[in-house]
């Protein structure tokens, strides 16, 4: 079979267990591609063809002795910032270059012991701080869709990797819209889950309260497929949350459209720099959903004009003090002949963190300072709660909440936004992490250039279920999710 890559997720597990195909087919059937694709698009950081085969192998025999396990022998790849036993991990940044991590994240031992096959780590902006992955110290990853294009951020290997099918599946995170942007980006759908759902650890931190790991794919049900693997309490993460776990493939019908109460933010569709093209597209998506017997409602979320300054002292803050560990001494890159210890630090960190990384520690190290504490971390902390409380009052009303992923589609590399350009283009998903809710993006159609536009769907705590189903059933009713990258075409 030439292509397996077209396969959704359930019918490669079909596959792999009817042995129409083995799992080493299977992955060196991505490894080829990837040899083949990834030096125009740029998604993995690091390949592991031996590894990948030896899990491959493990897999085929599982699979004979008849061992149950949904995913068993189906490729993932890894975003870049989930440590991996024995595999360079390096959160996109020259200063973990050579960090080689002595243990798994969860993440990627729930994968491992579902046998899924880890193809290997995909790029993204470094320490997850940004909305292009430009930011990485390996290069700017290229968005199938049009190669001039950025992916979107930071998880934008992850999204460029399924886009190109060099993955039917991959990891990616989530501090402020890094899966349901790039998502939106690439055309893909992806799960940003209740903060608490998926384990964080191992996951390289950049804003502790904010962060959530999550599943990207083509599709809602291959999304549910991943979750059912990442999802569950950890007693290795303190955030984790203990409360059961939904069986997100089982669930896909759990929730009909009919009668869903969608909830329409007045201010979400009124803010400046939203594109004509988008508007359009998610407007009609909730027409579509209308037909399918949901209901429009308008909604308030007064505290929208906050979302940014809120966000962008919170998320810094908290990168400045989990970065405070690579000194040098500890982790990665070193710089050499060291005048003292002083020196030490200082230059491993100027030499070893890019630009937008030393700025996001100096926002949140003078946020955090003595003088400036309660008036910016302090406060923005309170807004964070009425952010939260603007939310819930919604969903008094309202069973989920409908917004575009991001303003605009994918812009050209080098677009040389300026940093606060950038972090508008985060207004309609930070919010989502300073309350702790779950979100989804899905794509919904297309600009005037071809590149993919996303709805988000935002849900009430632990909806996980709820926006999976929403949005199979959406998938069911439309094919956009179908429409395959031009790169992807280019090599079907
Ligand atoms: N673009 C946002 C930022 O730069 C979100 C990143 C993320 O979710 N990791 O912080």
Not at 252 to 276: C, S
Not at 290 to 315: F, H, K, Q, S
Request: with cysteine; hydrophobic share 40%.
């Amino acid at each position: 079979m030439t292509d397996l890559h077209r396969l959704s997720v359930r019918e490669m597990a079909e596959g792999l267990k009817s042995a129409q195909f083995s799992s080493r087919e299977l992955t060196q059937h991505y490894l080829d591609r990837i040899a083949k694709i990834d030096q125009h698009v740029k998604s993995y950081v690091t390949v592991t063809p031996e590894h990948a085969l030896a899990q491959a192998d493990a897999a085929d025999g599982l699979l004979k002795s008849g061992m149950a396990g949904a995913l068993i022998g189906v490729p993932l790849a890894h975003k870049d910032i989930f440590c991996t036993q024995g595999i360079k991990t390096t959160a996109g940044s020259k200063i973990l270059d050579n960090f080689i991590s002595p243990y798994d994240a969860t993440v990627v031992s729930k994968a491992k012991a579902a046998g899924l096959v880890t193809l290997g780590k995909v790029n993204m902006d470094e320490f997850a701080m940004g909305s292009t992955s430009e930011s990485s110290y390996y290069g700017a990853t290229k968005n199938p869709w049009n190669l001039d294009c950025v992916p979107g951020g930071s998880s934008g290997g992850s999204a460029a990797a399924v886009a190109a099918d060099l993955t039917p599946i991959a990891t990616g995170t989530d501090t402020g819209g890094s899966i349901r942007q790039p998502a939106s980006f690439c055309g893909l759908t992806g799960l940003k889950p209740t903060y608490g759902r998926v384990s964080r650890f191992g996951m390289i931190a950049y804003a502790s309260s904010l962060d959530q790991g999550g599943p990207m794919a083509r599709s809602a049900e291959d999304c549910a497929y991943l979750m059912n693997v990442m999802a569950g309490h950890d007693q290795k993460d303190s955030t984790s949350v203990n409360k059961d776990v939904d069986d997100y493939v089982a669930d896909l019908n759990a929730t009909t459209v009919k009668g869903l109460r969608i909830g329409i933010p007045k201010q979400y569709f009124n803010v400046q720099g939203l594109d004509a093209d988008v508007k359009a597209r998610v407007e009609e998506s909730l027409k579509k959903l209308e037909e399918m017997g949901a209901t429009l409602v308008e909604i308030d979320l007064n505290m929208t004009d906050a979302y940014v300054p809120t966000y962008y002292l919170i998320a810094p803050a908290e990168a400045s003090s989990n970065l405070q560990r690579y000194d040098g001494v500890r982790y990665g890159y070193r710089a050499e002949n060291p005048k003292d210890i002083l020196d030490l630090y200082k230059r491993s960190r100027s030499e070893g963190f890019g630009a937008e990384v030393q700025r996001r520690i100096l926002i949140g190290t003078y946020a955090l300072s003595a003088g400036y504490y309660d008036a910016y971390y302090v406060k923005a902390q309170k807004v964070r709660r009425l952010i939260q409380q603007d939310f819930l009052k919604a969903f008094e009303s309202v069973d989920v909440i409908a917004a575009p992923s991001a303003p605009t589609t994918a812009y050209k590399i080098g677009a040389s936004l300026d940093p606060v350009e950038m972090y508008l283009g985060d207004i309609y998903t930070i919010a989502v992490n300073l309350a702790g809710l779950p979100a989804i993006n899905a794509p919904v159609g297309f600009d005037a250039n071809n590149l993919p536009v996303g709805l988000q769907l935002i849900g009430n705590y632990w909806s996980e279920s709820q926006l999976l189903s929403v949005v199979h059933q959406y998938q069911q009713a439309t094919d956009w999710h179908t429409k395959r990258a031009t790169i992807a075409e280019e090599n079907a």
